[in-house]
């Protein structure tokens, strides 16, 4: 049986575990039940698996979620039965799971990587294909809007593919289940664990960001955005609203103020940048004036240098505001991430698969956000091996992280192909069929 | 004995009590422990009590708490074994009671009102007399902020001694242990449950407001600001915010916009305004353009008029703040309070004290604030009857709803002393020793 | 002939003064033509005038025009045939002219003030009295919209009063023609001089204010608001809005933010506060990032504590409005009014006039705005001298500084004959009918 | 002689004509002496020279001054002793010429376009070389700060040259001295004139924009940025600031909140967009609530698209600035340019040269600026002809529109040469020697 064909094959489990894992999704750090799912696909294969405080550096962990959000996803896991090992192992935020493929055979050191976290976003209830297919979000007010559910299943049954095919591949392969990718908070985590330290070649990938029909494959990625990620605290003074609002000193104001206020650092001559407030919760009550207030908030740049641009211009615009209404601040970052290049070597190859491949491979496409496999990618290129980040063509009615984000799960089996042919490429034995 | 001597003696019950409801701070419409304390302090008098339904016309309550508040506080009221019977009584948000003493002789109908609820402030934990003195809340990110515990004992104990000297006094009595005055939300359903009308008096008042010696009484108030309580909702879209920021429709921001242009309605040359955005709550993640936003908020006047300025000004803000980003937003009335007057007859009257009493009253004050007996002060006189609302002076380190808020515990037993004088005053007997 | 008489025979007169004074409406400390105007009315009569340096204290004025705009109103007066020897004592801005009428018999010394300048309004010219009657302002941009065109006309034809009926008055008589009132920038050059020394009684007032019938007169004013006022400017740095915008630092978007956070300084307890950003003016073309900003705002306050606490907290905001768009900003105070009170001793005397007098008076209203004559009252009262400032009613369709502001020209011989009234209450000799 | 030679040659003339060009700095449609300059420099050439109305189809001129910057400048021309038939021939701002030189032989029809206008900056008076070596600006206020008084005399002596020359080249020439081409005002007005109608060649390019060494050329330009310029009126209602706040409506803070919230349209996924308001006027005096606000915006956008996002995002937003504050806007486009295309033919010939020529030619760079040009440039391409626009290197130690933006004269000769190139390279005739 040809790859193509074990891929076809696979392509009913592909949606069924997509499907699952859709309907747990989880946040950052919170994702026991999917690293779980994970582990139960894989746990009968002759791969090694690294869970828990193995899998990643517990202190170099950013951006971790609070006590509570992070005991009501650990209590849903015990309620779902995960297996009390386990669970105890990723216990406090430590999920995630690394499998390693060993072939046995000579050959190149290759990661992969694939990120399983989902997003704070409450999932359309009609007119969606999960909620009329029936397999919506369970985990009201989070929901897999971003296709990390897709990412997740592409590379189960990815590894699942090469211990079917082992003896047409060489060297080894080490296979990343990467939490917390919303925010750019885990993959420094399994950078600092050593994960990517002596790779020749890296391959990740992102399902839709453009309009694509199925089956189309982005041979590489351009634009990836240098981002930072801020909470911001902002503390002043309650008052009664009524009877001595002059006695107060309004951090609601001041957190206001800068909202607004941040949007008008000027665009760069040097190339795009972004900044979004995206959280805002402050005061306490109706008639007190607000004593406190947060933000959350990010930061991007085309370049390393844009975003550091944006980030110091935010910084004085925050401390300004908080000088402005007389109240404290503090600045904490939570998140960072890199921009970074998709390798045109890889990509010039990809492109000349025309005939041999049976999807449609195009250039590469600008990816327009940030990318938590930045650092990986990064790291695997200062020790000169190639890193290479696809995109996986589905049409996407609505965008990413919209509350009706869908996409097409034909893309599933497409994207996995695109990878094996990736790995044959650069692992191939002969006598390995297409 | 003497009234003086007999509360004298009450003080130490005043202070424990006090100190005892300080410590199960719950906000409006969640006062289920607060009401079983009253309950139980009253239980065994010779008064009739009211409670649930039969206290508050339940669809006459403004400004309810969500499910998720109500369910718990009522949770915490079972733990603390409220008795089932009166919990059951009271489920849904049907908190206050009515204790109605009748002397059974010929004389006024007089009403007295104290309210009982929390605000939702977290208590200072250190350099705070409750803190220090071993009877914080108990309720995490909840505080008596405002003297209600105060009031409440105040009631509690003015039953008692209206009792042990019934023989002195006449007609009847009415004590309403309101909810919810907090953002003006109680009052309305006792008014609309009757038990305003057909009084010849009505007494209420406030612990501190100004910074006064223990014992001096304010013997009327002035500038009661009519206040409307405003909920408002902006609702956009959300987008990925590296991606496609332009794909979606900002609401936090629309909101922010608004809590910042809100305070430029201009002050108006017939009276005090205030406009407070208390609260803001928007977005869902730090990469997600914010989809929902919400506000509470409330506007006041020294006269109705001059609030329907300010309600008028904030809602055309509102909506084109709303238009600017391009999103929805709905205003929802949560409360509402009036202007009123507290009776100069009775306030001159009181002047006149001087030497009778053991305390120095001093002519009107300021209030400067809304307060929910506006609108049962204006029910009993639109009835021909009189309505007077007293400051009890205390010294104030910090102003009504900050974190340190607290009063000198001597103005219990003053306050009781001067309504009791007051009810003397109008109801007395010969041969009643003041 | 009866004062009452001798008034009602100047009727005429003071409309045509005023009519004309209204015409050559001129701005503070530009008012050349109005001066000359004055004293040319007064030159024959047996009073000694004093003009130029002999009038102001030249370093005692406040808030001075640009070069610009002095030499636009100069030039105006030397092509309208103002005396070349008065123009010149005049030059540089020297305006304002001071008359004194010595009755050479014992008895009371009395200041009486009367504004002379004109306000930056452009006057409507259609629907409205002055130019449908012929009497607009000639001078495009400039109008009376305040009344100073009537107060002058009442100060002219009362020095004439007093001269024709100067055999029934005592003591002296200094009348201040007080140029730069608005914006508080005048009274201080005549404090200076030394025209409110050793003064027994003061007496201004001001026409309209409130909507009152003509012939009502306010006994005393209240609430004078102190107030500050201060001229700003952003400095920051221009480019190329297109090609670099972020090589710019936006002088304009730190003014524009200053104008809108200054609303939001929190209203006080104590009273009234107010504040204005009255002009701002920024940027030198569409395509260029704006280098420079510049305010001209005013903050008030019912005390001179009130505004204080405002003047700081605008500066506080303006800072950090710089900061924020880190540019740079001074700010330069360009006039300062105090709060004062009318003498409620005097107000009391006229409000028992109701009989002899035949307008209707009034106890004593709000001001609600500045009035640069509190710096004379003070300095009156604080040598013991007794100061009072009345309110002339007039119905009053548009408010005061609107484009139609407008008055009932009946108000003039009304506020003469109180005015006269009140001369005669302290200076009469036996005899004198009323 | 070798052009090369005969260039070289012209450098001091080029110099003088530029520092000339400098000192008589005019705002667009008021070059009432730039274009005397270039019609006296070029009256007794053998070419045919247009002006006035002949030049300019007087109404397609867009954004022409107010009546007062036409006269002042049109006073100065008349003082520096212009001609005045040709003062006639311009009255009213009918400024610009155009000179065509035929060379009597069959080829192809060119047109080259240099502009003309100065920008209302105050030069650096120091630190600066047109201050230091003696030819500042003589027009307070008016500034060349982006280098088109090099243009002016670039295209003089490029007349010059080719009519030195004309036996070497073929066809007609048409030499466009455009008025007005800051803010996007004057090409319409020649293109509507129909100067760019049948046209095979169009010529054109910038001094300076990037930083680059003095002989480079670009051999073309991208990302020109399709422009819309508003002016925008707010229409209040004035009032007494300290007395009656509550009667005005504030069209200052409505001008204000638009500059701020203007600033958060999102960028937009599709590329380059901006937008400046370079120009806000508002207000009437300090103590008067502001009745009128003007604004002069800009947008602009990668496409024609993205400038029609931003203009209907930005009009909206204005609109909800006026309904927050209840007054009116008015909004009027005064403004529009294009994107357009420079000739990637041309551009990859020029790129060719690095041998023949004497200075260096680097591929094509963004413009990330608007350019009038793109009108000629659209309409010579949808006649099919080809259009390439240049960029002629010199350092830049300021940006464009900085009060200290200068270049090196040494660019000016080899603008000339690169032009004279590309001429010869279309029009040529053999035995030319370049």
Redesign the interface.
């Known amino acids: 049986m040809s790859w193509s064909d074990a891929i076809a094959a696979k392509t009913e489990q592909l949606t069924a575990l997509r499907r699952k894992l859709h309907q747990i999704a989880e946040p950052g750090w919170c994702e026991y039940q999917t690293t779980a799912a994970i582990v139960s696909e894989l746990s009968e294969l002759p791969v090694t698996i690294y869970t828990g405080t193995d899998a990643v550096e517990s202190s170099a962990r950013m951006g971790l979620p609070s006590a509570e959000e992070d005991a009501y996803f650990f209590q849903l896991a015990e309620k779902a039965a995960v297996e009390p090992a386990l669970l105890e192992r990723m216990q406090g935020g430590h999920t995630g799971a690394v499998a390693v493929l060993d072939t046995g055979k000579p050959g190149p050191d290759t990661a992969l990587r694939f990120d399983i976290d989902a997003?704070?976003?409450?999932e359309a209830s009609s007119d969606h294909v999960p909620a009329d297919a029936g397999f919506p979000s369970k985990h009201e007010g989070f929901m897999h809007a971003?296709g990390h559910d897709g990412h997740t299943a592409i590379g189960v049954e990815l590894v699942k593919l090469c211990v079917e095919n082992v003896d047409q591949l060489t060297g080894t392969f080490t296979f990343l289940f990467q939490p917390a990718e919303?925010?750019s908070r885990g993959a420094y985590a399994m950078v600092k664990k050593g994960w990517l330290d002596g790779k020749d070649y890296f391959f990740s990938g992102h399902i839709g960001?453009h309009d694509l029909e199925v089956g189309t494959i982005a041979c590489g990625t351009e634009r990836f955005?240098a981002?930072t990620?801020l909470d911001v605290t902002f503390t002043g003074?309650?008052?009664?609203?009524?009877?001595?609002?002059?006695?107060?000193k309004?951090a609601?104001?001041a957190?206001?103020?800068a909202?607004?206020?941040l949007?008008?650092i000027?665009?760069?001559?040097d190339g795009?940048?972004?900044l979004?407030?995206?959280?805002?919760?402050?005061?306490?009550?109706?008639?007190?004036?607000?004593?406190r207030?947060d933000i959350?908030?990010?930061t991007?740049g085309e370049t390393n240098e844009l975003n550091a641009?944006m980030e110091e211009e935010a910084r004085?615009?925050l401390?300004?505001?908080a000088?402005?209404?007389?109240v404290e601040v503090s600045i904490d970052v939570t998140g960072r991430g890199s921009t970074t290049e998709s390798s045109k070597a890889i990509g010039a190859k990809l492109s000349t698969w025309g005939e041999q491949f049976t999807k449609r491979v195009i250039g590469p496409l600008p990816?327009?956000?940030?990318e938590d496999a930045a650092l990986m990618m990064n790291r695997v290129r200062e020790q000169n091996g190639e890193a290479a980040y696809l995109l996986y063509g589905t049409p996407l009615p609505y965008?990413?992280?919209?509350?009706k984000f869908t996409f097409d799960e034909g893309v599933l089996p497409a994207a996995v192909e695109a990878l094996a042919q990736l790995i044959t490429t650069y692992h191939e034995k002969e006598g390995m069929s297409r």
Do not use: F, W
Request: one cysteine or more; a positive charge.
């Open positions: 997003l704070p976003i409450t971003c919303e925010g960001i955005l981002t990620k003074v309650s008052a009664h609203a009524g009877v001595d609002p002059a006695a107060g309004n609601l104001l957190a206001a103020s909202a607004i206020q949007q008008a000027p665009p760069h001559r795009i940048t972004r979004n407030v995206g959280k805002l919760t402050a005061g306490e009550g109706r008639n007190i004036i607000p004593e207030a959350m908030m990010e991007r641009y004085r615009i401390t300004a505001c000088d402005m209404y007389g990816l327009g956000g940030s965008g990413h992280h919209h509350p």
